[in-house]
């Protein structure tokens, strides 16, 4: 299970569920909504991972800068 300690930096874009994140997505390689590599980001906010139930981690996810569609449509 996954929790998001506090809501998105970007109004109007919700912070997705880290569970299905690519591991370049969880380390800011790749954008967390798209999945393209990032070359230009943005902080979108922080959630907490969870790997097999125990281990608690809170990771930043970032998004492309400019928004990508993904972001831009969900806005």
């Known amino acids: ?13 919700e912070l997705p569920d880290p569970e299905p994140l690519t591991g370049p997505q ?3 390689w790749d954008c967390a ?3 393209r590599r990032l ?10 991972w969870t790997c097999g ?3 608690k981690e ?5 998004v492309c ?7 831009a449509g969900a806005a």
Do not use: N
Not at 39 to 48: K, S
């Open 58 to 62: 809170e990771v930043d996810l970032y």
């Open 26 to 28: 969880l380390q800011g």
């Open 65 to 71: 800068r400019p928004l990508c569609k993904e972001a």
């Open 33 to 35: 909504l798209c999945k």
């Open 53 to 55: 139930g125990v281990t």
């Open 1 to 13: 299970m996954t929790t998001c300690p506090q809501p998105s930096l970007l109004p109007g874009i």
């Open 39 to 48: 070359h230009a980001d943005q902080l979108l906010g922080t959630v907490e």
